[in-house]
Structure formats: structure tokens, C-alpha cells
């Protein structure tokens, strides 16, 4: 069966261009997760959806971010403005349901470089 | 902020060493989770403990989560070179009602022939 995917694999935008990165989610999960893993850094947590509900934005590090899910499956990261600082590898992940010690199951990530 | 200190930050051994990585915080998790992941891939879930105490073996690796549920170790014998890889440590805050994680910076693993 397919795992998550994400989309693209790399990306890289001049400084205050706009991005969209994109993860399709393993069929049937209800929970998505993204996550920013800088250089050298372990992924730290942006954003929860469970179905097309976001029950968690705690962790966006500031309005120029913004996530989606409308339909529950498929789930769109935006950025707006972009800045240098937003260089980092985009993780999203799955789970089967919202329940604790639920697996999450990671896409490969997408590597933005702002220059 | 609740963090995980993830030490050494590099490892770089000989196949047949046997090594330990460690994960540490101050504050206590209702589980642990140890992923290791690959360069251009995602993290890929080891394994998951939940008891103060617990310890569990999978193949040549041991992970036990300590007492107080603040810190985890991984403990890998005769390394061998498919081992190479960043192991990450992740805990799982008792507040939020679902599987929200918090990631160490991890551990970087070589272990050369």
C-alpha cells in the first residue's frame, strides 16, 4: 500500500515569494501532523488536523503560515512571504486515529531553500 | 516548553561496538518513542514505550524508559554499518488528547566497516 507522499520533493523560492507544499495522507487516516525539521535539528510540531478539523496550530511560527485539510484527506502547508528562516525540510505525517500511541506514519519531506 | 536532550550528538564507531544513546528531559511523558531516520526520507518509528521501567528489545537494540518517565536510553550491540543513521527520541506530552510529539535533535550514527 502507498505511504505518504509529499509534494514537491524540493522547492526553492526567492525571498517573498508565496509556496504551497502539499501531503496526501495514507487512505482512511484521520489524524495529520506537519512538522519543520531544520538543519541538523530534530522535526518540531506545526499543526494538527483531525479530519478536516485544525484542532492544534499552536506550533506555526507566525502568520505567514497557514495549513488546510478541507476534505479530511488531503492537507496543503502554505507560506506567505517567504524568509530565509523558513529553510527546512516540511514533514507531514498520518495516523489511523487521534488515539494515544497511535503510529504516524512520515512522508519524505520537502527541502525548501529560500534564497 | 518541554524539551529532549538527546546525547552524543555525533557517534562514530567500528562495526562491532556496541553503543548507547541517550534522551533526557525534566519534564515526564505518558510515552516514548525512538525513530530513526534516513538522509531524504521520514522518520520511521523503532519502537514505543509507555511503562516507568519498561524495556524492550528489538533484534541487537534495547530501549528502556526510565522510572520517572523523563528519560529513554537505546542501547544497540555489535553496530553494524546498516545501523548508520539519525536515531530520534520523541515524547508524548500527557495535555492535548492526541498524538502530539515532541522531538531531541537527535543522535547521528556512523559506523564504518
Known amino acids: 500500500g502507498a505511504g505518504v507522499s509529499q509534494s514537491p520533493r524540493y522547492k526553492v523560492a526567492k525571498r517573498g515569494q508565496d509556496v504551497a507544499l502539499r501531503c496526501d495522507p495514507i487512505s482512511g487516516h484521520v489524524s495529520l501532523f506537519w512538522y519543520q525539521q531544520a538543519l541538523g535539528q530534530g522535526p518540531e510540531f506545526l499543526t494538527y488536523?483531525?479530519?478536516?478539523?485544525?484542532?492544534?496550530k499552536s506550533g506555526l511560527p507566525s502568520d505567514r503560515f497557514f495549513a488546510e485539510r478541507p476534505e479530511g484527506s488531503v492537507s496543503t502547508l502554505k507560506i506567505q512571504r517567504t524568509q530565509q528562516e523558513d529553510s527546512a525540510v516540511y514533514l507531514c505525517a498520518s495516523s489511523l486515529t487521534s488515539g494515544d500511541y497511535n503510529e504516524q506514519f512520515f512522508g519524505p519531506g520537502t527541502r525548501l531553500t529560500v534564497l | 516548553t518541554q524539551l529532549l536532550e538527546q546525547s552524543p550528538q555525533f557517534l562514530s564507531i567500528q562495526e562491532g561496538e556496541n553503543l548507547t544513546v541517550y534522551c533526557n528531559s525534566s519534564s515526564v511523558f505518558s510515552s516514548l518513542q525512538w525513530y530513526r531516520q534516513e538522509p531524504g526520507e521520514g522518520p520511521v518509528l523503532l519502537v514505543t514505550v509507555v511503562t516507568g521501567g519498561e524495556v524492550k528489545k528489538l533484534k541487537r537494540l534495547t530501549f528502556q524508559f526510565g522510572d520517572a518517565r523523563k528519560d529513554s536510553s537505546l542501547h544497540i550491540t555489535a553496530a553494524q554499518p546498516g545501523d548508520t543513521g539519525l536515531y530520534l527520541c520523541?515524547?508524548?506530552?500527557?495535555?492535548?488528547?492526541?498524538?502530539?510529539?515532541?522531538f531531541g535533535a537527535g543522535t547521528r550514527l556512523a559506523v564504518h566497516p
Open positions: 488536523f483531525q479530519n478536516e478539523a485544525q484542532l492544534d
Open positions: 520523541a515524547g508524548r506530552p500527557f495535555s492535548g488528547g492526541y498524538n502530539k510529539l515532541i
